[in-house]
């Protein structure tokens, strides 16, 4: 299974990847009353936000933290019956009872290490002609950290996955996926303190780096890695993602 995340913390730093959530929710062709699942729903922001364009509809929101889904739990409890919460991992069959009519993720992608499987388990779970909208780190991202981490002789990202346009539209049409649009683009993140930007850090980007330190050590490892860096900045590098199922 994928790591638990520190999901009380991501839910209060995490306003570069609601923005960018916000975004591709708007991607979806909805009429309202459609079954969609998030893919990777973390605390449950941008659910939120689908939820509110699928007035007669449903939404399934799937993470592989446990303590994700219990921060999304909290939040969409206004929504009642209208959201179904599950624990899984996107390399594993999805246990779904029967197609979605869409498919939402944003902020997930690049965590799971083999995308051949991850379109082949999302295309078995969503119906012919169904969408599919998406985004996530791509390559090039966070190329000042890569540096960073391996001034450090640290492991630079061996565990995500950051695709090509050109990688995910090839992968895509293998699991039947049409219409296909990938492209790439630039998202420097600005921090106004050095604390923010550990913070941060440590919470996403080098969340499994730090996943095995002490509270002490993660802060040193968070803090090295910073003053490495150009700038109070992040250099993201977003990979989009639209598609339907052929």
């Not at 975004?23 to 009429?31: A, P, R």
């Not at 009872?97 to 991850?118: C, K, M, Y």
């Amino acid at each position: 299974m994928p790591r638990d995340w520190d999901a009380a913390t991501y839910d209060r730093i995490s306003e570069p990847q609601f923005r960018w959530g916000a975004e591709v929710v708007g991607w979806l062709e909805l009429d309202g009353d459609e079954t969609v699942l998030d893919a990777g729903c973390g605390p449950g922001r941008v659910t939120e936000l689908l939820l509110e364009r699928l007035p007669r509809g449903r939404v399934v929101a799937l993470d592989g933290s446990p303590s994700m889904i219990e921060r999304s739990r909290e939040r969409l409890e206004r929504f009642g019956g209208r959201v179904d919460f599950l624990v899984a991992d996107l390399l594993e069959p999805l246990p779904l009872g029967e197609p979605v009519d869409a498919i939402l993720s944003t902020a997930t992608f690049n965590w799971i290490a083999d995308h051949e499987a991850l379109f082949h388990n999302l295309a078995a779970v969503l119906r012919t002609g169904g969408q599919l909208a998406a985004q996530c780190g791509g390559a090039g991202n966070l190329a000042t950290v890569v540096t960073a981490l391996k001034g450090l002789g640290a492991d630079p990202f061996r565990t995500k996955f950051f695709a090509t346009p050109e990688e995910t539209r090839a992968r895509l049409r293998a699991s039947r996926f049409a219409d296909i649009e990938c492209w790439l683009h630039e998202e420097l993140t600005p921090f106004e303190t050095e604390r923010q930007l550990e913070t941060f850090l440590r919470t996403c980007a080098l969340g499994e780096h730090v996943a095995a330190m002490t509270e002490a050590e993660a802060s040193v490892f968070a803090h090295e890695v910073a003053t490495r860096l150009p700038g109070l900045e992040l250099d993201y590098v977003r990979l989009n993602i639209r598609a339907r199922l052929a």
